[in-house]
């Protein structure tokens, strides 16, 4: 494991108690007012940029928001209520500047915490007293208004070195440091609740306090706005969404110590390219900190021998899944390309092609087309459900040969080779490009569907196709090069016009993984909650969840697919009205009946369960191809590996 970057993991000589943070965010745009005695009722710090509510009884943050733009959307995010360990205290405020100290303790003595609101930051600055010693300040910040992270260098006791990143997603981001420089790292954690069910309540951040070693310590939470640059465009408020939200996909979760699906959900082998993915576009986060830094962390926690979702023992699966090797490999190939880090890929090269070859390995048939040891076929699965199918989309019946699994493994190959080549294995370079080019031949003539015009989802052991419209198929078979170029715009033409043709325009919502209900003979979760109809056709549960349901995880495909052929304007009409519900905040939280909103029925319900899901955005990719479209020029077609 590459340990270049680990910091010291002691947080401090003083026991941190339970204390935890209180709730509610007051109304943004109260003036600072000037100094007043000790109060009893919230403090309110506001700008532009940050809205501050105090706690009048204790050091601490009741509620918190932050709008990197500095354009006061300012949603609330709230805290769990105080534990009674945590020791009381009086605060009074100084213009922008909050003091607590301990009761009966004079003005004139150092106080405990200070916290101070600046235009771009807030300070958070400790004092020690050997008659009063400070308290750790904990955000305990509830998950379900906020799936606040912190991103950075992880400690094996999950604890995050400084500098690091505090995101907020939907809001923006915090880059936190310290000085002087003798806190190592800060406190992270989840709880309480199951993390393997996704019910951890809140994420706990632990700022420890200053020491009779080191008696001033000064937090600085800068406000930022970390994405890719796309010139003058960003700036209006079409983008919004772009730059608030560009980090929202990368989610540290303190207990597998892996990027995840949120900070208190689990972690998905098969999700790790679309982290790398956007990772590597990234700009730094801080002085020896960019976003490829977790994704290399979590690719050694699974090298190191740690298990996720879609990994055999971890889930129902009874082997890999299909596309959990090819992702795995494919962050492996965005950090070592984009981190240009060689000893790591010396170190791991090793492991990287065990994987590899084991992906390869299910072409049991050589055709050279990867494979998932479940057939597929129509029927098959059965009522009380036992395995998990091929890929992401673990409800729908993917078996055998998986198309979206094939075009991962493809781009997986390409990469392969190029690794093999930096880590001076000349053989392996030529057996993976050999490979990648024997799937790229058989993949068209294995998927395509002649009945319908467009790629199946997968082909069966019977060798059957199971064709529902699924428009993040095709997308990625266009996307990554595995379609004729005469053959694309056709096949987007088809999907477009069934579209059209089954009423489908809420895009705001996203796209629907699928434009016509999955049969009940070809879905694995019978649950009608999660899109199991009763009915033959399944259209008693179409929209529920992943059977048509609309999300933005996977639109990033049919979205890249029409930027890459010149259709610009087709592909606008999907973006921006999902931009704009990015700027709203409205790929995360709840409805009223509980669902989340990650997963809508096409009048707009919820079906999600998450309450936040990283992968939605994966789609904001789609703005970088929208301006590379913008530069080519209209009709000037493009394929990523050809």
Request: with cysteine; glycine share 8%; aromatic share 10%.
């Amino acid at each position: 494991m590459n340990n270049r970057s680990r910091c010291r993991t002691s947080l401090t000589k003083t026991k941190i108690p339970s204390c935890l943070i209180c709730l509610l965010l007051a109304a943004a745009g109260f003036a600072a007012t000037a100094q007043q005695p000790a109060v009893t009722s919230p403090l309110v710090l506001s700008n532009a940029y940050v809205t501050v509510s105090l706690c009048p009884d204790r050091p601490g943050i009741e509620a918190l928001s932050v709008d990197s733009l500095g354009k006061e959307h300012f949603p609330p995010i709230t805290m769990r209520p105080p534990s009674g360990s945590c020791r009381p205290a009086e605060a009074t405020r100084h213009g922008s500047r909050v003091e607590y100290r301990s009761p009966g303790h004079a003005a004139a003595t150092a106080p405990l915490w200070k916290i101070e609101l600046g235009r771009k930051e807030l300070r958070l600055e400790s004092h020690w007293s050997a008659e009063d010693p400070p308290d750790p300040l904990v955000l305990d910040v509830d998950n379900s208004h906020c799936h606040v992270t912190l991103l950075g260098h992880m400690n094996p006791d999950s604890s995050m070195c400084l500098p690091a990143i505090m995101h907020l997603p939907d809001q923006g981001t915090f880059r936190i440091s310290v000085s002087p420089k003798v806190i190592p790292a800060l406190g992270y954690g989840a709880g309480p609740g199951d993390m393997l069910a996704n019910q951890a309540k809140s994420i706990k951040i632990t700022f420890p306090p200053a020491t009779a070693e080191h008696p001033r310590i000064t937090y600085r939470w800068e406000v930022v706005a970390i994405h890719p640059d796309i010139g003058r465009r960003q700036f209006g408020a079409a983008y919004d969404g772009f730059r608030r939200n560009w980090l929202n996909i990368l989610q540290y979760s303190p207990y597998w110590r892996t990027l995840a699906n949120h900070t208190a959900s689990d972690t998905c082998a098969f999700c790790y390219y679309e982290y790398g993915d956007i990772a590597e576009r990234t700009p730094p986060l801080a002085k020896g900190l960019t976003a490829l830094d977790p994704v290399r962390q979590t690719l050694d926690r699974i090298i190191g021998g740690a298990n996720a979702y879609g990994m055999p023992g971890h889930g129902a699966f009874p082997e890999y899944s299909t596309d959990t090797l090819p992702s795995l490999l494919i962050a492996a190939s965005d950090y070592v390309t984009s981190g240009k880090d060689q000893p790591w890929l010396q170190a791991n090269y090793a492991h990287l092609a065990r994987w590899a070859d084991i992906m390869l390995a299910t072409d049991r048939d050589g055709n050279g087309l990867i494979k998932y040891t479940l057939s597929g076929n129509s029927g098959s699965w059965p009522e009380t459900l036992k395995y998990r199918p091929a890929n992401w989309w673990d409800t729908i019946g993917f078996g055998h040969e998986d198309a979206y699994a094939n075009a991962l493994a493809y781009r997986a190959l390409n990469g392969m080779s190029e690794l093999a080549r930096q880590a001076g294995h000349p053989e392996d370079q030529q057996r993976y490009h050999a490979a990648a080019e024997k799937l790229r031949a058989a993949y068209f003539p294995a998927f395509y569907n002649p009945a319908t015009g467009v790629l199946a989802g997968w082909r069966s052991a019977d060798g059957q196709l199971h064709d529902y419209y699924f428009l993040w198929v095709n997308g990625i078979a266009i996307h990554y090069g595995l379609v004729p170029a005469d053959k694309a715009n056709a096949i987007m033409d088809r999907l477009l016009a069934k579209m059209r043709e089954v009423g489908y325009a809420r895009f705001d919502l996203g796209l629907p993984g699928n434009l016509v209900s999955v049969a009940r003979k070809d879905y694995v979760d019978r649950n009608p909650r999660f899109g199991g109809g009763k009915l033959e056709d399944g259209s008693d549960a179409f929209q529920r969840y992943e059977n048509g349901g609309a999300t933005a995880c996977f639109a990033y495909f049919t979205l890249a697919a029409l930027y890459d052929l010149g259709r610009i304007e087709d592909g606008d009409r999907i973006l921006f009205p999902m931009l704009q519900s990015f700027a709203k905040g409205d790929f995360q939280g709840r409805c009223g009946d509980g669902l989340s909103k990650d997963w809508r029925a096409w009048d707009g319900a919820c079906w999600g369960y998450e309450g936040f899901l990283v992968d939605n955005y994966y789609a904001l990719l789609a703005v970088l191809d929208r301006e590379a479209a913008l530069k080519r020029g209209p009709h000037v077609a493009r394929n990523e590996f050809n």
